[in-house]
């Protein structure tokens, strides 16, 4: 009832009343007073969106005061000394390798730049899954890292909180938050009931509630400790939770949590006694996996519905494996109690799936350490629970993210990650959940023994391995392996490694290849990826984070053990897939997460622990089996590139490169080749060479025989799979990573085999480096060590810019001496993804050799490098060189290559050779090299006497005995004894006796029985009859085999001394005594080609045995030709045919091809020759030369020359394009600067657009607009700039080219309905075609002809030429065409920029657009120039300019319109006119001369008269305006002046009138002007309320002149431009300051001074055909005469300024941080949102939103429609987040590129990798020269269209 009265009540009273209440000492009727308030307002029947309940809790905590004040007070209590900002996904933070002590330490901006991190190696990331900062974390930062605030720990000395204010708090949010938590209660609904989206109803509607939650965390840490108080105190739960008794509601809410606990399978405790005793059976049965939910149903009637789904679509039947109860407490597992308010909102939080705002909530409370124990604990209680929800969940992705969210903060932390490892059993947990998740989704092996198969692996289809839903766990177990404390653990507990052990096992052979031999695969599967990832991630990452603990002696005890389970685990795995020693044929997995842990901690033991090898080994049969599986994905990698596997797709490529590639070889290959080495130096050589070509499937090939059958390789297969056996073979005995390289070495090694592949750029190359894949490892990429290694190694190639060439970046490439030292190509083998990565190395290493003169002719062959000692335990690798089985298979191969049998190739020789010279290099200990020649007797088993490679070199073997076909040449058809001496005769029969047999795989079966038989006594099992499987017979039964015995005589040496002349193609290329001329130069050997590497062979041999080098000398010494064995037949004559045929028609081929490249070489130099001069004559209608004849066109298209016609008129390829480029210029040449501050702003107000704009409406209120329009030029914004490549064309081949295009359904970027095409001769890109003027070069002369007419007489003829009414021209092709170029000039550019008149249409209004259009790019031509014509003739621009003929096809539109002769200025200009007073009052006036502007009045005339214009009139139009310019001057000069100084002139020229040449003086003319513009008062009188600025500096008459001629200069300029492009005339270069003396002589308005050296004064060019003091007169009394409304408009119309600076981009900040952190955050001024991707506009500094469709403006977007306004659809914008640059040209748009670079001159696309990044100025200048010169759309080549969508 009491209750019912206080609602009603003021809430601020009664919550001042309340709290007074409270504050007594007897404070029980407050207590009950609040509560029953609370149990009304605090109704969870009520719904949650009725916001009242919130308001009263505000007013309460606050009691009474409001409640902002009340958190300001509660803030300065703050006792926080940790930052603990808590970020969302997409969040840009920092962080520091420098400061951080865990990988994961993160800080958010504001610390970061508040801390001092300079020199650190940092980076900004955007965030993935949210997280929080670390600032003042010392157990996850060095302390040094801190910022400011958190270093001085401010938050310590903070006063305690006061009693009174915590009172009302903590009585009001307990009740607060468990009706949060009734809310969620009675919101929840199973998912299966549910779809997704009630769910997001009920968090929607709490959205208040839990905001004003977190808005509590953040009032800092006292608030903080109060909440944690609430959430942890398990009384007030117990009070809370259950409800009262009377509470029906509270009851039902109860029961509805209990059955959401029952439905998630966790069972509360008390009912867990219940059911326990009830069902004995399922908890025994189930034992550890007594997991959630699916395992153990929690009541009967819930039956395992899910499960049954499962198995029916899964590949095969399912197995769910049951584990025996290993784990220490079943109950962890499936019991939950909730004691707190925090465990139920956890869990709450999980089952609806980790909304965001309780994340952060949750998060937010993290500072508070005894709250972060307490959820830590709590959150390793559910951990189960999670991960069985995140299965579930549909969005697994984003719940990952929010899961690692949370537990990144927990774990990272050591101690707190070894307390809940001892207290909670995290360890067990989360090895218990992985194998959960794991078993739902395996599938039985098919790997070996498909029937009999005891294995399970997981089956990759599978969504969980597909979308890597295991990840947020996997990443928890790494983050936490990465402690030392926890790791230590896990290896000590041995059945938590059986456990693990056994859930690797489930990786091992998972993803089975069968390679497919009848037709291709249907579908390919693209699993692979997720099996590599998973091997990846949930294999090795742990196997490196746990070997990053096992460095030293003292953890020998943990490498023991891992290496006893891996070999037990191995033991299982063979006995499970039915593995004895044969491999099922045709399948291959390149995943063996078993073998590589073997391999890695044996690889660590030796390495850092000093173990022994033998210690740690299993037995030879162990062994044996171990090698099989990785060898056969090293034969497997062979056959893929031989192409035996394209039936299976594309996919299997995939594997093989991802096996090697640079993220992943580390933890795959090699392991693989470490272990394979381990063996090899363990087992019998013999038995290990013969297996490993007994598994690249080339034993059949090893004969000594010309022709031989392979049973299993197509004939084109065998010789990459012979070059693969012997690569590998050479990889296996040279590589050294793990066999004795230091660290340093490595990364030395594996930096310069990329760089040698490709020049390099940093971050490539940090990402190309395979790194110790746990970040703790210290070989961190960006270490220090890195660094230096690289600066080592490596020179850096600065980027190099050329204007129209492509944005290199800095790269790295290998300095001269690590190609003479060190370039290894093995190595580079081992490490290319591609094949042509190989060749690419070959090729860069042969052009070094070339450059530096060490080898030039020929190709040079891979060099052979020295490589670091074994390692002690490895010494057994060498024995695999010193065995007979390699040595015969090399003496085949000698004799084989020796012989040009087929399928033989250079690389084989090559790396034969290889192996024979690591086996001179690596001798083996035991052999005491025997000097006596050997005892042939004694050798009749095998081959060789010995063992020893250098004792066998010398070695000669006489006969061979082979199995051929019966075809074979070998064969003996006449079975008789060849004629010979008695003698040999009687030799012949022991040489039949002693031909050595030789064959691989019988060799290798004794050896394996042999150990067998040694080690087992049941051998009986393993001797299978294993004929048929070896030699199967094809259908097709070849020729019976015969055995034949050939003759050899050879040697090793022998063999290599015949290969060497055969190579260099000439007898006895090694005289006898050149033994002795090598030692004189023993370094020569190092590069070249194969002749070199044989010498080199030959020269050890010979150093190391006196026998050896006693045969060669021998050897040599007998002459001999190149004698093939006997019994030699057509056959291989034949073969040799061949070659020399192929041979030939290769040369013939090469000699075609480089005919063929020359031709086309002149025929484009040809083409392409525009720029010579003589072309350049034709293209100039105004040519100097007097030609007879018409000007003759190229048509590019059908390559005929001809003039241009009428009928059949020829054009210029051109690019119209609209350009606000002059409009963007400014007074000042100092670019404009980006704001970064919120102070800093660009006013647009100064540029040249604007002011043209202002002038232009500000004479329209006065004047007359047909006048208006005629005094000014528009097309500073939006003007058309015409810009040609200078190719002509016919304009009907045009048209049937532009059809071609159209029916061309491959689009390039362009659209041909908007008429876009590229050059049919240059490719440049072009819209339009401009018609040439068909002109006879006679008129030329005529124009020319200087003539002696007075000044006076020519102007007369002017007017009397302006009278002439302009003709229509006659209908022809030509005038039809130039009527259409002027519609595409005008659909160019949009309606705003052409419609400046009052009454839109008219024809003033097309008349003012064109002669702007002439104007325009006259003006762009200048700017080009940079601004004058000091440069003189020799610019690029003139080359290509298309003025001409775009002047005539403007001045034939525009003689269309003819001047009112009543109106028309030149009278004006020329004649005193009487006084009129026909100015009406209802007409406006006309504007007044000194109004107008001059360079557009020279282009009306020219343009309106007409053509071809004499160049005497030229000049005499230029000369009156000249006049009018001048006084112009003096006018606007005289406004400048102080009252005074104007007095002080104005009577100091008057004396000077009368002079005799009074006309020409500027003191006389200036005051004369003066005393007319003052005859009205108000004309000057304006300044006088501003203080005139310029009155400090006294004006001298060189000032004068100075600013006379500056103001002249624009208009000469112009005009003389207008010459050369008129009459050809040449721009003859000058010194800036004689600029003006230049023009004025080249305009004819100078005569040429004998003596230049006197002062130039602008006066003296005038010339004046009336009075000038008459005329000036009129022209002043024109602006006198305005009323006197007008007088200050009439003075700003006077000072008009007519030199604009260049034009420029932005100028843009140094560091790109500063305009990242201002940007990025920075809302738009249109949406006021903060935009997803903020963009800048470099012209003008406008920020706009990126494809934004908030700022959309009819179906267009921001950048798009910003483009059109500031740019006439040019825009360059800068993209904030991505750090890149786009260009927007009309109706595309392409990326430019960055502009900004990091320290080592790369491009930082997208942040990713967030280092500093620095303005590269030679960048920017060239992005604004494309901008200025409009070279856009020729030099960058990718563009798409955009659809307004940008």
Not at 423 to 449: N, R
Not at 1559 to 1577: N, P, Q
Not at 1720 to 1747: E, N, R, S, Y
Request: aromatic share 8%; with cysteine.
């Amino acid at each position: 009832m009491m209750a019912a009265l206080l609602i009603r009540r003021d809430k601020k009273s009664t919550a001042a009343h309340l709290k007074a209440d409270l504050n007594r000492t007897d404070n029980s009727s407050g207590v009950r007073q609040l509560q029953e308030l609370l149990d009304c307002v605090l109704n969870p029947e009520k719904t949650a969106a009725d916001t009242e309940a919130l308001d009263w809790c505000k007013c309460l905590i606050a009691g009474g005061e409001g409640f902002e004040e009340f958190c300001k007070t509660f803030r300065s209590y703050d006792n926080a000394t940790l930052c603990g900002l808590v970020w969302t996904a997409n969040f840009v933070a920092y962080r520091c390798r420098t400061c951080g002590i865990s990988p994961c330490m993160s800080l958010c901006a504001e610390c970061f730049n508040n801390g001092d991190h300079t020199g650190h190696d940092f980076n900004m990331f955007r965030s993935q899954a949210g997280g929080a900062c670390d600032c003042g974390d010392s157990n996850v930062m060095r302390e040094t890292g801190f910022c400011r605030r958190h270093r001085l720990r401010t938050g310590e000395n903070v006063p305690s909180v006061p009693r009174d204010l915590l009172l009302m708090p903590e009585m009001v949010l307990p009740r607060f938050i468990i009706c949060i938590i009734q809310y969620l209660r009675d919101g929840y609904t199973e998912p299966d009931t549910s779809t997704e989206r009630d769910l997001q109803k009920v968090l929607q509607q709490l959205e208040p509630q839990i905001s004003f939650l977190e808005e509590l965390t953040k009032m800092g840490g006292a608030m903080r400790t109060v909440l944690t108080k609430i959430l942890t105190n398990q009384q007030t739960f117990k009070d809370l939770s259950m409800g009262q008794e009377e509470n029906v509601y509270a009851k039902k809410n109860y029961e509805n949590y209990l059955s959401a606990l029952k439905n998630s399978g966790l069972v509360s405790v008390e009912e867990k006694a219940q059911t326990g005793a009830a069902e004995p059976t399922q908890g025994a049965e189930t034992g550890a996996l007594v997991l959630q939910g699916a395992a153990a149903p929690a009541s009967p009637d819930e039956s395992n519905k899910e499960e049954d789904q499962d198995g029916e679509q899964s590949i095969g039947q399912r197995k769910r494996v049951k584990l025996s109860s290993t784990t220490k407490d079943p109950s962890i597992m499936d019991s939950l109690k909730h004691k707190c308010f925090l465990e139920e909102l956890l869990f709450w939080t999980i089952k609806y799936e980790f909304p965001q705002k309780m994340v952060t909530f949750l998060l937010n409370m993290l500072p508070d350490q005894d709250y972060k124990i307490t959820f830590t604990k709590t959150f390793v209680q559910h951990y189960a629970f999670i991960m069985k929800t995140l299965m579930k969940s549909h969005e697994s992705d984003t719940m990952s993210n929010r899961i690692v969210h949370i537990s990144v903060q927990l774990f990272s932390n050591e101690d707190l990650a070894r307390h809940v490892t001892e207290e909670c059993q995290l360890l067990d947990i989360m090895v218990t959940v992985l194998l959960y998740m794991m078993e739902s989704c395996l599938i039985k092996s098919e790997l070996q023994d498909e029937e009999n198969s005891r294995h399970v692996v997981v089956n990759c289809s599978e969504a969980l391995l597909k979308n890597n839903t295991y990840w947020p766990l996997v990443s928890d177990f790494i983050n936490i392996l990465s402690h030392q404390s926890v790791a230590k653990k896990f290896l000590e507990d041995h059945s938590l490694l059986m456990l693990w052990m056994s859930f690797v096992s489930f990786f091992q052979g998972m993803n089975l290849n069968k390679r497919e031999l009848s037709e291709h695969v249907e579908f390919e599967s693209q699993t692979y990826y997720a099996a590599f990832a998973a091997e990846l991630e949930a294999c090795a990452q742990p196997m490196w984070g746990l070997l990053t603990h096992c460095k030293v002696k003292e953890t020998q005890e943990y490498t023991k053990t891992v290496v006893r389970y891996c070999l037990e685990t191995l033991q299982i795995w063979f006995d499970a897939i039915g593995f004895v020693d044969e491999l099922a044929p045709n399948q291959v997995t390149f995943h063996l997460p078993l073998h590589r842990y073997y391999a890695m901690f044996l690889s660590k033991a030796v390495k850092c622990q000093g173990l022994d090898l033998e210690s740690l080994l299993p037995d030879q049969e162990m062994l044996m089996r171990i090698m099989v599986h990785p060898l056969q994905i090293q034969a497997s990698l062979s056959e893929i590139h031989s192409n035996m596997w394209v039936r299976n797709g594309l996919q299997i490529k995939g594997q093989a490169m991802t096996y090697v590639q640079s993220h992943f070889c580390n933890s795959m290959i090699d392991p693989d080749i470490f272990l394979l080495q381990v063996c090899a130096s363990r087992l019998d050589p013999d038995y290990f060479i013969s297996s490993v070509f007994e598994r690249f499937k080339v034993v059949d090939l090893l004969t000594m025989a010309s022709v031989h059958q392979n049973t299993v390789l197509d004939g084109e297969q065998e010789r990459p799979m012979l070059e693969g056996a012997l690569t590998f073979l050479v990889i296996l005995s040279s590589l050294r990573i793990h066999l004795g390289m230091s660290d340093d070495e490595i990364l030395r090694a594996e930096m310069v085999s990329q760089l040698c592949m490709n020049d390099r750029t940093h971050s490539s190359l940090l990402d190309l480096i395979p790194e110790n894949p746990n970040p703790k490892s210290g070989i961190v990429p960006g270490s220090c060590s890195f660094e230096e290694m690289l600066s080592a190694v490596a020179d850096f190639k600065a980027p190099v810019f050329e204007l129209g060439g492509s944005m290199q970046q800095g790269m790295y490439t290998p300095k001269a001496e690590v190609w003479e030292k060190e370039f290894d190509p093995i190595m580079v083998i081992l490490r290319t993804v591609y094949r042509r990565d190989v060749q690419s190395a070959m090729d860069r290493y042969s052009a070094f050799l070339k450059q530096s003169g060490m080898h030039t002719t020929g190709n040079p062959w891979p060099p052979y490098k020295e490589r670091t000692p074994l390692h002690l335990c490895y010494k057994g690798l060498d024995r695999l060189l010193h065995c007979k089985t390699l040595h015969i298979v090399i003496f085949t191969l000698l004799y084989k290559i020796w012989l040009d049998h087929s399928n033989m190739s250079e690389h084989v020789l090559c790396m034969v050779l290889y192996l024979i010279e690591l086996g001179l290099d690596n001798q083996v200990q035991e052999d005491k090299e025997d000097e006596e020649p050997c005892i042939e007797e004694h050798c009749h088993d095998s081959w060789f006497p010995g063992t020893n490679l250098l004792s066998n070199l010398h070695h000669v073997i006489n006969y061979v005995r082979v199995r051929v076909p019966e075809t074979a040449p070998e064969v003996k058809r006449e079975r008789e004894p060849p004629a010979s001496t008695s003698a040999e005769a009687s030799n012949f029969g022991q040489n039949v006796r002693e031909a050595q047999v030789f064959s691989l795989v019988a060799e290798r079966r004794r050896k394996f029985q042999e150990i067998i038989n040694r080690s087992s006594t049941e051998a009986s099992q393993v001797v299978r009859p294993k004929s048929s499987s070896t030699r199967w017979v094809p259908p097709g039964t070849p020729p019976q085999l015969v055995t034949e015995i050939l003759e050899i005589h050879e040697s090793m040496l022998s063999l290599l001394i015949k290969l060497h002349q055969k190579l260099s193609a000439k007898q006895n290329s090694l005289s006898a005594t050149w033994l002795e001329d090598m030692d004189a130069n023993p370094n020569r050997h190092v590069h070249g080609d194969g002749i070199t590497a044989i010498e080199r062979i030959l020269t050890k041999a010979a150093r190391r045995s006196h026998q050896s080098k006693r045969s060669i000398q021998e050897i040599c010494g007998k002459v001999f030709p190149p004698v093939a064995p006997k019994k030699n037949s057509p056959t291989a004559k034949k073969t040799m045919d061949k070659e020399e045929r192929r041979q030939r028609a290769r040369e013939r081929q090469q000699k075609l091809l480089a005919e063929f490249a020359s031709r086309q070489k002149s025929f484009m130099e040809t083409a392409m020759d525009v720029e010579s001069p003589d072309a350049e004559a034709a293209m100039d209608l105004g040519a100097s030369e007097v030609k007879e004849s018409e000007v003759l066109y190229d048509c590019v298209i059908c390559g005929q020359s001809g003039p241009s016609t009428e009928d059949r008129p020829t054009g210029l390829v051109v690019l119209l394009q609209a350009s606000s480029v002059l409009g963007h210029r400014c007074k000042s040449d100092e670019a404009k600067k980006l704001p970064t501050t919120d102070e800093e702003r660009i006013y647009p107000a100064d540029t040249c657009g604007a002011a043209h704009d202002v002038r232009l409406a500000l004479m329209q209120s006065f004047f007359k607009d047909s006048s208006c329009l005629q005094s000014v030029s528009i097309g500073w914004d939006g003007g058309v700039y015409v810009q040609t490549c200078g190719h002509t064309l016919h304009i009907d081949c045009h048209k049937s080219y532009m059809e071609s295009l159209r029916n061309d359904q491959v689009m390039q970027g362009f659209s041909v309905d908007k008429g876009e095409f590229t050059c049919p001769l240059c490719r440049q890109f072009a819209n339009s075609v401009l018609p040439c003027r068909p002109g006879r070069s006679t008129e030329v002369v005529s124009w020319h002809m200087p003539s002696n007419k007075n000044t006076s007489v020519l102007v007369k003829e002017v007017e009397d030429l302006q009278e002439q009414l302009g003709l229509f021209p006659t209908e022809s092709n030509l005038s039809k065409e130039m009527e259409l170029v002027i519609k595409d000039i005008k659909n160019t550019t949009q309606r705003k920029y052409m419609d400046y008149g009052k009454n839109p249409g008219s024809p003033d209004n097309d008349f003012l657009f064109m002669y702007s259009v002439a104007r325009t790019n006259l003006e762009l031509e200048l700017v080009h120039r940079g601004g004058n014509l000091c440069s003189g003739g020799a610019s690029g621009a003139a080359k290509r300019s298309c003025l001409n003929q775009l002047f005539h096809v403007l001045a034939m539109h525009m003689r269309l319109y003819s001047i009112d002769s009543a109106y028309n200025p030149w009278t004006r200009l020329t004649q005193v006119a009487p006084s009129r007073d026909d100015c009406l009052d209802d007409e406006r006036p006309e504007v007044p001369m000194l109004f107008r502007d001059c360079p557009s009045l020279l282009i009306i005339f020219v343009l309106t008269m007409p053509q071809p214009l004499c160049k005497e009139h030229f000049i005499c139009l230029v000369k009156m305006l000249y006049n009018l310019q001048y006084t112009q001057a003096l006018a606007a000069l005289s406004a400048k002046f102080s009252p005074e100084e104007r007095q002080a002139w104005s009577t100091s020229g008057a004396l000077k009138k009368n002079a005799f040449n009074a006309e020409k003086s500027y003191e006389a003319l200036l005051s004369h002007v003066i005393t007319e513009l003052s005859k009205v008062k108000t004309v000057y009188d304006v300044n006088t309320e501003e203080p005139s600025m310029l009155s400090t500096s006294v004006w001298s008459p060189q000032s004068i002149e100075y600013s006379l001629q500056q103001f002249c200069l624009p208009y000469l300029r112009l005009s003389c431009l207008l010459q050369h492009h008129l009459y050809g005339d040449n721009l003859s270069g000058c010194p800036e300051e004689e600029e003006f003396s230049g023009l004025a002589g080249c305009l004819g308005l100078l005569a040429p001074a004998p003596q230049p050296s006197n002062p130039m004064y602008s006066a003296s060019c005038l010339d004046w055909t009336v009075s000038a003091f008459n005329l000036m007169t009129q022209w002043c009394s024109e602006v006198t005469g305005l009323s006197d409304t007008h007088a200050e408009k009439s003075m700003t119309l006077l000072v008009q300024d007519l030199q604009w600076a260049s034009p420029h981009l932005l100028h843009l900040p140094d560091n790109y941080n500063t305009i990242f952190q201002y940007y990025h955050k920075k809302a738009c001024t249109a949406c006021k949102k903060v935009p997803k991707d903020p963009a800048l506009c470099l012209v003008c500094g406008t920020f706009v939103c990126l494809k934004g469709l908030c700022c959309k403006q009819q179906g267009i977007c921001e950048c798009v429609w910003h483009s059109q306004h500031c740019g006439a659809a040019t825009g360059i914008f800068l993209l904030i987040n991505a750090s890149v640059i786009i260009i927007i040209r009309g109706h595309r748009f392409c990326l430019w590129g960055s502009v900004y670079l990091d320290a080592h001159g790369e491009e930082d696309r997208d942040l990713r990798r967030g280092k500093p990044l620095f303005l590269c100025v030679e960048r920017y200048k060239v992005l604004e020269q494309q901008w200025v010169s409009h070279t856009f759309d020729h030099i960058n080549k990718r563009w798409g269209p955009h659809y307004n969508g940008l």
